[in-house]
């Protein structure tokens, strides 16, 4: 088979890879289609970690070719979501029930092989059952909704609440979704792009900003009457998280959502952070919720189409210039496929 190798900063092939025999408790599944995250840019640039040689690729989705022996409750043909995310059920994090932060968590793509191939050996453990026919670009959205899912938990919003996004990628846009099917009052999109802007809009955001005119904080914080009860940054830089602060309301919470550089920080003046008495929140992968997840695209509640992938063939060219060339900002998100 084909699959593209991650073997260091700045260096993914794809090559021919033979897959090993399956094991008791293991599926063998042709993958449908891949998401490609942010994390994947960032380990292809040294900035994330990775346990090279691999195959990347950990937003995935396929159709059940062959299963060991022993699995009874999946059968050939059947389409599923992959968890990537493989905790170790044993050490003080996980007997805490914090299996998100476990001390030796594993995952498909990043530590073990991955989805950007044209098939993969999974764990039973991390099989989510599709619908049959469930649309495989739909669908390889399971995992990054899954991750907004408990970032949103973070966040803890009632009823009454304003909510601000800030950033409307895949991320920011599963996030304003969830944020309006948690009853937030009012939900606000910030993005420098206007045709992301646009598409925030067509998903019934109430108003949105582009936070890079000249009069951009005066603005928002008079709109809001003080700013957003809660702000959730989906961007992953600095500026982002700037932002973010400063159109947090008194007494609102701010969720660190989307993935930085390693160097990059926030500065925070301690007397706005004492005179706002600010709930600061973080988020970090998919604790527990990957069904909530496919149940909420399978169901319609939460809607991908608007996103329209580009989809990107598994060939070498096609994926080193993903990885290596400057990237159309105005692109939600990008997708491998690699059986098409």
Excluded: W
């Excluded at 699959?3 to 092939?13: K, L, M, T």
């Excluded at 293991?26 to 998401?35: H, I, K, N, Q, S």
């Excluded at 009012?186 to 900003?209: G, Q, W």
């Amino acid at each position: 088979m084909q699959a593209a190798i991650f073997s260091g900063p700045h260096n993914i092939s794809v090559q021919d890879y033979s897959l090993p025999k399956l094991k008791n408790n293991e599926l063998f599944l042709r993958v449908g289609a891949c998401g490609v995250c942010g994390t994947d840019f960032h380990i292809f640039e040294g900035d994330a970690p990775a346990k090279p040689p691999v195959i990347l690729g950990h937003e995935y989705v396929g159709e059940i070719v062959d299963l060991a022996s022993n699995i009874k409750n999946f059968k050939i043909g059947d389409r599923i979501a992959v968890n990537p995310n493989i905790h170790c059920g044993y050490c003080e994090y996980c007997r805490k029930g914090k299996i998100n932060l476990c001390l030796n968590l594993k995952a498909l793509g990043v530590t073990i092989n991955g989805g950007f191939s044209q098939y993969s050996v999974v764990p039973l453990t991390q099989a989510f059952l599709l619908p049959a026919d469930f649309p495989f670009e739909i669908a390889a959205f399971a995992e990054p909704l899954s991750c907004c899912v408990h970032g949103l938990n973070q966040a803890s919003i009632h009823v009454d609440n304003s909510v601000a996004i800030v950033g409307a990628g895949p991320i920011g846009l599963l996030m304003m979704q969830l944020a309006r099917l948690s009853g937030a009052s009012k939900t606000y999109v910030l993005d420098i792009d206007e045709n992301k802007r646009n598409i925030a809009s067509k998903l019934h955001a109430d108003v949105t900003f582009d936070p890079q005119t000249g009069n951009f904080l005066e603005s928002f914080i008079d709109q809001t009457n003080g700013g957003a009860d809660i702000v959730i940054e989906c961007v992953g830089s600095e500026q982002a998280a700037k932002t973010s602060l400063n159109i947090v309301r008194k007494g609102g919470t701010l969720v660190v959502f989307g993935l930085a550089s390693p160097k990059a920080q926030l500065h925070i003046f301690l007397q706005q952070l004492f005179h706002k008495e600010l709930t600061l929140k973080s988020s970090i992968l998919n604790p527990n919720t990957f069904q909530s997840a496919v149940d909420l695209l399978v169901t319609g509640k939460i809607e991908t189409k608007l996103f329209n992938p580009k989809l990107v063939p598994l060939k070498n060219d096609d994926i080193n210039s993903l990885f290596s060339a400057k990237r159309d900002s105005s692109i939600i998100k990008y997708m491998v496929v690699p059986n098409n």
